[in-house]
């Protein structure tokens, strides 16, 4: 029953995920006459300069997500009696305000940002390889199947957001790009480049924190 009711939850967070985006992006397309893209742009944008209520639906959806994936780690079996699943739970709450907190704080608060970033994106990685690392040591306890293939999903989990990190072109500073094809007499124009691995990056982690989901009910099957 506690196993059915985790993926029922984690189902939820999921999709209301995919609604809180959709709705989103389709906000940020007629407000601003452009399609809103995960590769060059930050999730703070669907509210830039706006309040809460200009994407009610957009993010209504997100914040339902944010409290279903808390209500998801918080229910996992275990996680007030190991010290794995202790950290797992706590790093799961906090990695997660500061998702939700990721869609309303800007750049222009640049240090609180940065700030916000660098901790959800270590806490994320950190959350996906301590879920390897249960896996690892139940699978040495009981050699159960399911571990073995937690153990597998989460490491590449993590080796995926490790390289994200690791990409050379990861920057905090992003060169806006001549605009091609402009008239010589006029004032030059300039725009944000097609593909920007820091706001790629931040989209992909935000998805691996979901993804998650997928070891913690493996380990919850293993041991149910």
């Not at 993590?158 to 094809?181: D, G, H, Q, T, Y």
Request: aromatic share 16%; charged share 10%.
């Amino acid at each position: 029953m506690d196993l059915m009711y985790s993926i029922i939850i984690g189902a939820f967070a999921i999709f209301t995920l995919i609604f809180g985006l959709a709705f989103s992006m389709v906000n940020y397309q007629k407000k601003h006459k452009a399609p809103y893209a995960i590769r060059n742009m930050f999730p703070f944008e669907f509210n830039y300069q706006a309040h809460f209520v200009d994407n009610m639906l957009g993010n209504s959806f997100l914040m339902v997500s944010g409290l279903s994936l808390i209500l998801f780690y918080g229910t996992f079996k275990g996680s007030r009696t190991d010290g794995y699943t202790i950290f797992i739970l706590i790093a799961a709450i906090i990695s997660t305000l500061l998702v939700c907190a990721s869609y309303f704080v800007s750049t222009r608060l640049l240090k609180v940002w940065m700030l916000g970033m660098v901790l959800g994106y270590t806490l994320i990685f950190m959350l996906i390889a301590i879920t390897a690392c249960l896996h690892f040591k139940y699978f040495q306890q009981t050699h159960q199947t399911l571990n073995l293939i937690g153990l597998i999903f989460s490491i590449v989990l993590a080796v995926f957001v490790f390289a994200l990190a690791m990409n050379p072109k990861l920057s905090f500073r992003i060169k806006a790009k001549e605009k091609a094809n402009q008239d010589p007499n006029e004032e030059k124009k300039y725009e944000r480049p097609k593909w920007i691995p820091l706001t790629f990056s931040i989209w992909m982690v935000i998805f691996a924190l979901y993804i998650n989901e997928i070891g913690i009910i493996l380990f919850a099957a293993s041991i149910s």
